[in-house]
């Protein structure tokens, strides 16, 4: 009898309902972080609907709202990798005050991408006094924010009961562990230019679909792009892997690491030689 | 998107959540959602992005009469005060629905309420909060669980 008192309620548990707690179980500060960002693209959209200005040949406020979608699948992706921390990680005091850091660096970036866009002028580049003062602690913000995908892999890597495939593992702990680096020389690249255009006008005209890449010259944020989802691409084909040559083979996922960062860099090279990413596109 | 448009949009977007306020014995839960939330949500999205889009146009500030007066000469941020309006007026007005609900205020008696609130805001407040002074002797924030009497 006390048992059947006892005996839990089943709630009725939807597919977004169970994705959404599972996603937002292992890392609740980087999951909601990543939600309201996802949110704060509604007025932003509007902004960009009502506001005729435009800065280098596009929309004021496509900027902040490319940094809103972007950080926001940033953060959606660490909450879900969270579930592979060691146990326990995100209870450590140490580990909640960095978590804690980070959102409050991709807050700064937005507060301060969002406030140059309010106010029609550059957030990135801006040569007045003030604006590089933001800009130089923008650098270390987002240096900040990246940080976690080394900090992920380092964990990860060191946790033995993922319950991951081996060559999974491999990709994602990899694929993490590029994120950084490779982010550095491609935006540290761009940051040392002053711009992400080179040979080209530097105004968006007729651009990549999506993207918005420049079409007529070379545009270093294609390489940055690549660069930072190492983190998605690596363990995408770490899946891959598993499915077509079984779950313990590592040597495809290295391979295609390695290929990863050649093509980052190929890609890198063509921007620095001031060449369009894909000609034909756009 | 013209500020005269989006006025107009705005306007009959407030306009449907009052009549839904209204037909909301009918359907309570879903008037609820829709003029409590959705309608109040979509009008604050709209406010915020025309905040985001024009603020930094604007001169003046809120520090004084002549420095509201000076912000509002912006055609885009008075369209943003009156959006404020829309949007905070209607969420009272689903707030006195509820509250009546709750506390089983007869519906004659919110209509008027709600009537003021729509054409002018907080006299509508103050007569519902009166009409519930006058209901149980005294004045709550919110309604109690239990305190239906």
């Not at chain 1, 651009?207 to 420049?214: A, D, I, Y």
């Not at chain 2, 037909?23 to 109040?40: E, K, M, T, V």
């Not at chain 2, 009156?82 to 004659?108: K, N």
Request: positive net charge; hydrophobic residues 55%.
């Amino acid at each position: 009898m006390t048992a059947i008192v006892a005996a839990p309620v089943r709630q009725p548990s939807f597919g977004a309902v169970r994705l959404r707690s599972s996603l937002r179980q292992h890392e609740p500060r980087f999951f909601e972080a990543g939600i309201l960002l996802a949110l704060l693209a509604a007025p932003t959209l509007f902004a960009a609907f009502v506001d005729g200005r435009s800065f280098q040949g596009e929309d004021n406020w496509i900027k902040p709202l490319k940094f809103e979608v972007a950080l926001s699948v940033y953060l959606l992706t660490l909450a879900f990798y969270a579930r592979w921390l060691p146990r326990g990680t995100a209870q450590r005091r140490w580990y909640r005050i960095y978590s804690a850091s980070v959102v409050a660096a991709i807050a700064f970036e937005m507060v301060w991408i969002c406030g140059a866009a309010a106010l029609g002028t550059a957030s990135h580049f801006n040569p007045s006094p003030e604006g590089e003062i933001f800009y130089s602690f923008a650098g270390i913000g987002a240096l900040l924010l990246t940080s976690a995908t080394p900090v992920y892999a380092w964990l990860i890597a060191r946790n033995p009961t993922t319950g991951l495939a081996p060559a999974l593992k491999e990709a994602l702990v990899t694929g993490l562990a590029l994120t950084l680096p490779l982010t550095l020389l491609t935006a540290g690249m761009m940051s040392q230019m002053g711009a992400h255009g080179v040979g080209g006008s530097g105004v968006a005209g007729g651009t990549f679909p999506v993207m918005g890449w420049l079409r007529d010259g070379g545009d270093l944020r294609v390489a940055h792009f690549f660069a930072t989802h190492a983190m998605h691409f690596i363990p995408a084909f770490g899946l891959a892997s598993v499915a077509l040559w079984g779950p313990a083979v590592r040597l495809p996922v290295r391979l295609f690491a390695l290929g990863y960062i050649a093509f980052v860099v190929w890609v890198f090279a063509e921007a620095l030689a001031g060449r369009a990413f894909l000609p034909g596109v756009g | 998107m013209s500020a005269d448009f989006l006025f107009q949009v705005a306007n009959t977007g407030a306009l449907i959540g009052w009549l839904v306020l209204l037909g909301s014995p009918l359907f309570p839960a879903g008037a609820d959602r829709i003029a409590g939330l959705a309608i109040p949500l979509l009008l604050s999205v709209a406010y915020a992005g025309l905040i985001l889009a024009f603020w930094s146009s604007g001169e003046g500030g809120f520090g004084s009469l002549g420095e509201v007066a000076q912000l509002f000469q912006i055609r885009e941020l008075l369209l943003a005060g009156w959006i404020h309006y829309l949007a905070f007026d209607l969420f009272v007005g689903a707030w006195i629905v509820r509250t009546a609900r709750a506390e089983a205020v007869p519906f004659y008696l919110v209509v008027p309420c709600l009537a003021l609130t729509f054409l002018f805001g907080p006299a509508g407040f103050l007569a519902f909060t009166s009409i519930r002074a006058a209901r149980t002797g005294r004045v709550a924030a919110a309604h109690l669980k239990g305190d239906a009497s």
